[in-house]
């Protein structure tokens, strides 16, 4: 039976077996690359998404338990143009290798969601299963706090 | 069938997200009849009009500037550093430069992209790249103007003509230029320091958009029509042979489309990695278990002691005259993975004469010569594309994996990416060597050494270590040997190479030189250090982390030096230990001289992320061996450091020559030693080896 949901504002309507996660419909069959996969056990984030506006991983999320949500990826973060997140990751040079970086934004902006003004403790807490192999931490904290001061 | 690839890539990658760098590669690549799939370098087939006058650079007519980069952009920024030292020269219009990543090709020279070489191997090549071009454009405008060249004035992607005020663009004039001849080599001359614009000056990444909107390729992210997704069931353990498998299983789930024995294992082919993950778990292979399994770390750490027992121990000669006291020391470092947070990949396609290979690889070229061979064809007929690394630390200098999907993509008759899961790219992997490293010195009555011996054992590394490899110290050297231990265990350079093992046994020593003899660990580096740039950053960080100022009990500072190639870096760790004995990094002050600083905010990057690699194996620790394999299979066993736990960095820079050198690596090195030295500051607690252990600072009621 097909699955449907909305991806990125708009209908989407899939015929694929319930299991699959939403990791690799993204990736291999929509070919919305910028969900990344990096360990398939949601302990590292790359795949992190928006379902309904909360903060996901999609490696762990069979396809089926999207029917009739929302989901976002970063593909889809801004209806034009950059998010604010994403200009003030840009205005504080962040990304190295830039891999984990998509996930790492959406986990951000799910947590400005809820709290629009976090503390260092609140972004640590948040971010603290989005692995970074570059080390961009310090650089990741001084964008989230960017773009809270509204400074992008 | 291959070329028409280029363009099918380009129309889906346009469609899914816009433009991106590999994109642009793949539309200057777009193959004509007869010829290769390989991207040509970007002064071949030019649009009309465009000025062309070497590999790296093409002046177009609309005013683009398009620079490419034959080395792997893996985070390191060389796509932002290199293309900054060419523009700078050229006088080009920053805003309208692109710049794109170079296929595998000769005709770019060595495009091996290891420790921290790129910007020391190719500054000069690329500057001058950028000025004989500039000479061009400014002796076509003499030619359209008919003026004398040394009357005409650069600037900003324009040559004016102060006398009648006439000005033409760079754009403008590429047709005139692309009619002359290039300037004699000689001839030549790069811009003074004080003439450079762009260069010193902090220049955001020119990759930062597409990596904030999921539009930059990864190898990973490549996608080409009717291709199929592959995994491999591997060995169980180092060595083991496949005796069977369930092929009728696994080609019964959903989705998966073949079943391929390799050497390297059995591979899985599907219409997406979930079939062919799940096609791999049906497989259920057994494996003759061979030699090596019950190889565990102990035995490891039994064999590097065995090392160290053999002829090298018996290296010691009389003590040299005016000895009061002699030190030893015995140190240890583990197994280290690279965990890239983008596992292994590369996507093959395969035809009937000629190949197409997409992947992250850090030595394209040789990875084109191996695919090559195993596919029985001329290199010329392998078109080997480099996408963004997802991070590599050394792991992609290694090429497991690219025959695999050549030859998976000519089975299948389709393009196929083969794709590692973290398992495999955490238990099949090319370690960075364990080490045990024994060092002695003799004192004098003032406590200087008389004396410095430095033995150790390891893998591979072990065969490099030379009489040269000495501490950048004036100390007598009586010994530098290694001692190479074979293992069954796979082994390969990370980021900082031989250097992090070097540095670190050197540094903690000269430490413990220092508490021996009761001098300050700082004062005697500077006593002893015989490099004035590297005393220069020794007493930069040391003066800004205030070193000597008195701190609290528990918390202590540790300093360390690294001589790297040409880079010279000190750092001082501050630490607080608490009463579990867990350390805490309060501080990491930072002095670097790169000689000339390329840009300031690439540097600072690449010093936080080399500080953040090495925390990472001084507080997780590296990987671990049990049962003949790496016993840890995800992040879950092989953690790294997250949000929350990465230190202040402060970063201060020291212009200490005239030429650039590699700033990739060169920070990596010094934080565990100079951690460790902080700790024994903090505690009186002398650690030896990674990672540390909170029990064993824990304050003793």
Same mark, same amino acid.
């Given at each position: 039976m097909p699955i449907t949901f909305t991806l990125n504002g708009e209908a989407a309507r899939l015929d694929v077996a319930p299991d699959v996660p939403l990791l690799w419909v993204l990736r291999d069959v929509l070919g919305l690359t910028g969900t990344r996969f990096g360990c398939g056990a949601g302990l590292c984030g790359a795949c992190t998404v928006h379902l309904d506006g909360a903060a996901i991983r999609a490696c762990l999320t069979p396809i089926a338990s999207v029917e009739g949500r929302s989901v976002t990826t970063i593909e889809g973060l801004a209806r034009e143009g950059l998010h604010p997140l994403q200009r003030a990751w840009i205005a504080e040079d962040v990304s190295q290798c830039g891999y984990c970086q998509p996930g790492q934004i959406m986990a951000a902006t799910a947590l400005l969601a809820t709290t629009p003004q976090p503390s260092d403790a609140e972004i640590a807490a948040a971010l603290a299963g989005n692995l970074c192999r570059c080390g961009t931490y310090l650089r990741i904290r001084r964008a989230v706090r960017r773009a809270a001061a509204g400074e992008v | 069938m291959a070329p028409r690839f280029s363009r099918r890539l380009f129309l889906k990658a346009g469609l899914a997200a816009g433009s991106s760098l590999l994109v642009s590669c793949t539309l200057a690549a777009r193959p004509q009849s007869g010829e290769l799939p390989l991207a040509p370098p970007t002064n071949e087939h030019p649009p009309p009009g465009a000025f062309g006058p070497s590999v790296w650079l093409r002046v177009d007519p609309d005013e683009q500037v398009t620079i490419t980069i034959a080395k792997s952009e893996m985070g390191q920024g060389v796509h932002t550093a290199l293309a900054m030292l060419l523009a700078d020269e050229l006088d080009a219009d920053w805003a309208q430069v692109r710049v794109v990543q170079a296929p595998a090709d000769g005709r770019y020279g060595n495009q091996y992209t290891v420790g921290s070489t790129s910007v020391e191997e190719t500054h000069t090549l690329l500057r001058s790249a950028g000025a004989a071009a500039r000479m061009m454009l400014v002796a076509a405008t003499a030619q359209v103007f008919g003026v004398d060249a040394p009357s005409l004035r650069v600037e900003r992607g324009t040559v004016s003509d102060p006398a009648s005020g006439r000005r033409l663009s760079y754009g403008q004039l590429a047709p005139t230029a692309a009619t002359l001849d290039p300037p004699a080599p000689e001839a030549v001359q790069l811009k003074p320091r004080e003439a450079l614009r762009l260069v010193g000056t902090p220049v955001p990444r020119v990759d930062a958009p597409a990596k904030v909107d999921g539009s930059a390729r990864f190898g990973i992210d490549i996608q080409l029509p009717g291709m199929r997704y592959a995994v491999l069931a591997r060995p169980t353990s180092f060595g083991a042979r496949l005796t069977g498998y369930d092929e009728a299983a696994a080609l019964a789930v959903p989705g998966v489309r073949l079943v391929l024995p390799l050497d390297a294992g059995v591979a899985v082919v599907g219409d997406t990695t979930w079939a062919a993950i799940k096609g791999r778990a049906a497989l259920a292979p057994t494996w003759e278990p061979g030699p090596h399994a019950s190889l565990d770390s102990a035995t490891i750490e039994a064999q590097l002691e065995a090392g160290l027992a053999g002829p090298l121990a018996r290296v010691a000669g009389d003590a040299p005259a005016g000895t009061v006291r002699r030190i030893e020391a015995t140190y240890r470092l583990p197994f280290r993975a690279?965990?890239? $947070?983008?596992p292994t990949s590369y996507t093959a396609d395969v035809g009937a004469g000629s190949a197409t290979i997409w992947a992250p690889a850090q030595d394209p070229q040789a990875a084109r010569l191996l695919i090559a061979e195993a596919l029985g064809m001329a290199p010329e007929s392998v078109g080997f594309n480099v996408t963004f690394l997802g991070g590599a630390f050394g792991r992609r200098l290694k090429h497991d994996g690219a025959v695999e999907a050549a030859l998976i993509s000519r089975a299948a008759g389709a393009p196929v990416k083969l794709v590692y899961t973290r398992d495999d790219e955490l238990r099949h992997s090319f370690y960075h060597p364990a080490s045990l490293h024994h060092l002695s010195a003799e004192l004098d009555s003032a406590g200087l050494p008389l004396s410095w011996r430095h033995a150790l054992a390891a893998g591979f590394t072990a065969g490099d270590f030379q009489i040269g490899d000495r501490p950048p110290y004036r100390i007598p050297i009586r010994l530098t040997a290694g001692a190479l231990v074979e293992s069954p265990v796979p082994q390969g350079w990370w980021r900082g190479v031989d250097f992090v093992q070097m540095v670190f046994a050197t540094e903690c020593f000269i430490d413990e030189i220092a508490a021996a003899s009761g001098r300050d660990p700082l004062e005697l580096r500077r006593a002893l250090c015989d490099d004035d740039r590297l005393l220069a950053v020794l007493n930069l960080a040391a003066e800004r982390a205030g070193w000597g100022e008195p701190l609290p009990s528990r918390m202590g500072r540790g300093v360390a030096l690294c001589l790297y190639n040409q880079t010279r870096v000190a750092q001082v760790v501050q630490v607080r230990v608490d009463a579990t004995g867990t350390p805490h990094v309060e501080r990491v002050t930072v002095a670097v001289d790169c000689g000339l600083p390329i840009n300031p905010l690439g540097i600072t990057a690449q010093v936080e992320g080399s500080i953040a690699f090495a925390l990472t194996t001084a507080l997780k620790g590296g990987v671990t061996v049990a049962k003949g394999r790496i016993a840890e299979a995800n992040f879950d066993g092989a953690q790294l450091l997250r949000h929350g736990e990465m230190p202040p960095v402060e970063v201060h820079l020291i212009e200490g020559g005239p030429a650039p050198s590699g700033m990739g690596e060169p920070a990596v090195p010094p934080l565990a030693p100079a951690l460790l030295n902080a700790i024994f500051a903090a505690t009186g607690r002398r650690l030896r080896s990674l %990672? $540390? $252990? %909170?029990a064993e600072l824990a304050k003793r009621a």
């Open positions: - | 690279h965990s890239a $947070i983008e %990672p $540390i $252990i %909170p």
